[in-house]
């Protein structure tokens, strides 16, 4: 798995530029409330159809000496956008993070080996190639409604009214 945000790349799928090993967790939380609609006494869930990711990986360095692995460690928070758009490519396609945001990062150092545990903020991810299966759109985009939780305060309005 490849890993870069704009112009920096994160791993390039070699030892010395980086190889993304793995330990790799994503956590998404969808952005919700409680409503009462109007004429209704009950509150329901409404989705803000938004969707906010924390994902951390750790990426492997192996440099020629020493000296070389603890200059990338001195000069990573430099080198290392802030924010941006995190673009994951591996063999069957990609994924983007829109606006994200690089949290923390660990690093730690073994000789000309180097470890180092990213931890990113953003949206959700966003599909580039491949798309996802038909079985994934289908389930998201089974319900007509934009807004299920009105759409369906609304239709139990309407069995409740007959």
Do not use: H
């Not at 956008?81 to 396609?93: I, K, M, R």
């Amino acid at each position: 798995m490849l890993v870069s945000v704009g112009a920096y790349s994160l791993c390039n799928g070699t030892l010395a530029g980086g190889v993304a090993i793995g330990q790799l967790s994503l956590t998404i939380d969808r952005v919700t409330d409680f409503i009462v609609p109007i004429g209704e006494v009950d509150p329901v869930l409404f989705d803000r159809v938004t969707r906010k990711s924390d994902i951390s990986f750790q990426v492997e360095r192996v440099f020629a000496d020493w000296d070389e692995a603890s200059a990338f460690i001195l000069d990573l928070e430099d080198a290392l956008p802030s924010t941006g758009d995190v673009v994951f490519s591996f063999a069957s396609g990609s994924r983007t993070i829109t606006n994200a945001l690089f949290v923390s990062f660990v690093t730690t150092q073994l000789g000309a080996k180097v470890t180092t545990i990213y931890r990113i903020s953003g949206g959700k991810p966003v599909s580039g190639s491949p798309p996802p299966s038909s079985a994934f759109r289908v389930m998201t985009t089974a319900s007509p409604c934009l807004l299920p939780p009105i759409c369906w305060a609304r239709e139990s309005w309407r069995n409740t009214s007959r």
